[in-house]
């Protein structure tokens, strides 16, 4: 069974940081590109950060660049995501993603999401 489990959410003025985990079980960690997205309420849910599954390569959305960065522990199985600077329109559910992609067809899996309120 696969479980992507994301922690560290919280309550945080603005200003503050907070560093998000997922853990993921059931799946060869290493061979998945990981992502974090987020959705506030009455939004959509957009792509925040992404790293893939080799190389240093990282993308992040507009938005955060230069506040948020995303990083990966293949021996822990585990992204996180350290967010600097944050802003009150940072307040979302942030969910962990995780795709395995090949020529013939793509494997998905979400996390539960973990909510960020930041507010003073």
């Known amino acids: 069974q696969v479980q992507l489990v994301e922690s560290g959410g919280g309550l945080v003025q603005p200003g503050g940081s907070l560093r998000l985990s997922c853990t993921a079980s059931?799946?060869?960690?290493?061979?998945?590109?990981m992502s974090w997205y987020r959705q506030a309420v009455g939004k959509g849910r957009e792509l925040v950060a992404s790293?893939?599954?080799?190389?240093?390569?990282?993308n992040y959305s507009a938005s955060v660049k230069g506040r948020f960065t995303i990083s990966r522990d293949n021996l822990k199985n585990t992204v996180y995501l350290q967010m600097n600077s944050l802003k009150p329109e940072d307040t979302a559910v942030y969910y962990c993603?995780?795709?395995?992609?090949?020529?013939?067809?793509?494997?998905?899996?979400w996390g539960q999401g973990t909510q960020v309120t930041v507010s003073s």
């Open positions: 790293i893939p599954s080799v190389g240093p390569s990282t």
């Open positions: 993603n995780a795709l395995l992609s090949s020529t013939s067809y793509n494997v998905m899996y």
């Open positions: 059931g799946i060869t960690f290493s061979m998945y590109a």
